[in-house]
């Protein structure tokens, strides 16, 4: 069964940092596609980051490049989402979302708040 657990969200300062993990089981990470997502209320979940399974190539969305960085560690079957220098605009909660080869589905983990204030 694939499960998805996201941790590492809370309250942090504009300009602050955050890293968000996401602890696979199930399935292996570094064989598939993994993803952080974000969503905030009224508003359509949006792709934030993704490290693909051949070479770890890795995307970003235009609003976090250059601040967040997505990485996974194989001997943890993680991944993690580094976020610097964050915005009030960041304000969301975080998604981790893996696609299987082998099922075609999609896994969505139960998401981490995070909150950017003063």
């Known amino acids: 069964q694939v499960q998805l657990v996201e941790s590492g969200g809370g309250l942090v300062q504009p300009g602050g940092s955050l890293r968000l993990s996401c602890a696979a089981s199930?399935?292996?990470?570094?064989?598939?596609?993994m993803s952080w997502y974000r969503q905030t209320p009224g508003k359509e979940r949006e792709l934030v980051a993704v490290?693909?399974?051949?070479?770890?190539?890795?995307n970003y969305a235009g609003s976090v490049k250059d601040r967040f960085t997505i990485s996974r560690d194989n001997g943890k079957n993680s991944v993690f989402l580094q976020m610097n220098n964050l915005e009030p605009e960041d304000t969301a909660v975080y998604y981790c979302k893996a696609y299987d080869y082998g099922s075609r589905r999609d896994y969505w983990g139960q998401g981490t708040q995070v909150t950017v204030s003063s």
């Open positions: 199930g399935f292996t990470v570094s064989h598939n596609i």
């Open positions: 490290i693909n399974s051949v070479g770890g190539i890795t």
